[in-house]
């Protein structure tokens, strides 16, 4: 008997639209054989909707959701729900989820909670591990604590720059050099990220970038810098490593115009050198920061780590809980189909879950028994 697997993507997110195109090429590749895909896209309100009738990406251009239906799941239930004119009814049991959701609503643990509140399992990383890999500020300070080499940055947060701008700037300009770079706190895929040579320009890039959540990380700006990723993947209790890849940026940084707007097919097709050209000794430095990087925050699913290289220095810079692609290509020349990879994850979905509930999670008290606790003024 299959499997109901529900698949998540869309979101209220700015990468909405990416996590379309991860979320309909994961659908392509799961092994229907022994899994029932219920694909649901959660829209830009938040609201979920059936879509198994679509199979391209170009359908969900325009799209008139008033001819889908609204499904949700509720907290203590491992039913999909489906609304009707008399509220939401039971309409299908979910054995398993699989979240292709980047960035903000999705990436950052909140529908792990909710899968987690319905007992049904996942195979990305839990709740507080997602959060901490989204949040580039507390990322890098868990990188400190760890003694993983980070570039220099700053966190800031709304709060502090509402009280006082200048003094802000002012503590910027004493701790960095110019050029800085300018990132929202929460965003991934690139987006918000600027290049600051000066002041004025800082001061625009502070006020966009608080446009888009209320932290802010502001780094050290390198020089001469080669960009290489790396992904790994959980599979019971070995972990499996990727190919190393070189993306070819056009600008200062690799932006979200170049890893999706000059492509079709979101990072699978970005311009990039695999394996990349780089000396074995920096191979086995990046993939060991990376092994324990993903060891030491226990993480799960696939995990695409970002790296710098500059001045032969090798700093981690960014972590992607849940990649775009799922950063397939990259397994691929290890032999690693996209639909393998699917298997693999799924697979260790389950075996998590049956971990978890050997877990002790309740612990019987007495403390209510004949208690004479007044709750009264």
Known sequence: MKENLLLLFGGASSEHDVSIISGMQAKEYVDTNFYNVIPVYIGQDNKWYNVKKLHNIADFVGMNLKKFMEVTLLAGSNYLYKKDIFGYRKNIKIDCAMVVMHGINGEDGKIMA??????????TSNVTESGVCLDKSIFKEYLNGINVNNVKGVPITQFNFDNNPEVVYEELEKSLNYPMIVKPANQGSSIGIIVVHNR??????MQSGFKLGEKILVEQYLNDIK???VAIVRDEQKLIVSELEQPIKSSEILSFDNKYLNSSNSMESISRIIPAEISEDKKQKIIDMATKVYIMLNLKG?????????????????????????AYYLFKPKGISYNMLINILLKNAYLNNLNNLKKVHIFKSTI???SNISIKK
Do not use: K, T
Request: aromatic letters at 8%; proline letters at 6%; hydrophobic letters at 45%.
């Open 200 to 205: 004025s320009q800082l001061e625009i890039a």
């Open 114 to 123: 909710l899968l987690e509140l319905c007992g049904i399992p996942y195979p």
């Open 227 to 229: 960009e290489i990723n």
């Open 302 to 326: 696939v995990v695409r780590f970002d790296f710098i290289l500059s001045d032969n220095e090798v700093y981690l810079n960014e972590v992607n809980s849940i990649p775009g692609s799922l």
């Open 368 to 370: 209510l028994n004949g």
